[in-house]
């Protein structure tokens, strides 16, 4: 897995990849505070039928965003509870032999940070830099 992680005027902005294997679901833990903006973007750049599901649960367990078999997907929304988010690749229902490669971009920003346009600008293009890359390592 590599991880690339900014510091931003108090936005956390990280982007990495990492390998699926198949019949396996990784997830790791992020802190969000309640009211934090989220911003995740994750693409399928190597393996099988380039599909994975997304799912992402409240610091209560329960789903707060979930996308079954996509190839890409993106999440915008406001985090409802504070606490530790559970965000989960799954590859379960992928033979053992079908590792999946995908890509990630996540961003949290609190909503002082959002007011600020140039801040969302930079992002914005972050993420158009980071989707024609990996467009063009999957081609």
């Not at 005027?9 to 309640?34: D, H, P, R, V, Y």
């Not at 995740?40 to 799912?55: H, K």
């Not at 504070?82 to 989960?88: D, N, Q, V, Y």
């Not at 053992?96 to 996540?106: G, N």
């Amino acid at each position: 897995m590599s991880i690339i992680s900014l510091i931003l005027l108090g936005t956390l902005t990280s982007a990495f990849t990492t390998e699926i294997a198949g019949g396996k679901m990784e997830c790791f833990m992020e802190k969000i505070e309640k009211g934090t903006h989220i911003a995740i973007y994750y693409q399928v750049i190597e393996g099988g039928n380039n599909d994975i599901s997304f799912v992402m649960y409240n610091p209560n367990g329960q789903i707060f965003v979930e996308e079954k078999r996509q190839s890409s997907g993106m999440v915008d929304k406001e985090a409802l509870y504070s606490g530790e988010h559970k965000i989960c690749l799954d590859n379960s229902y992928a033979s053992f032999s079908t590792t999946k490669t995908v890509a990630l971009f996540m961003d949290f920003s609190s909503q002082d940070t959002i007011a600020n346009q140039e801040q969302a600008d930079k992002v914005e293009n972050l993420a158009n830099e980071l989707n024609h890359l990996l467009t063009h390592a999957r081609n």
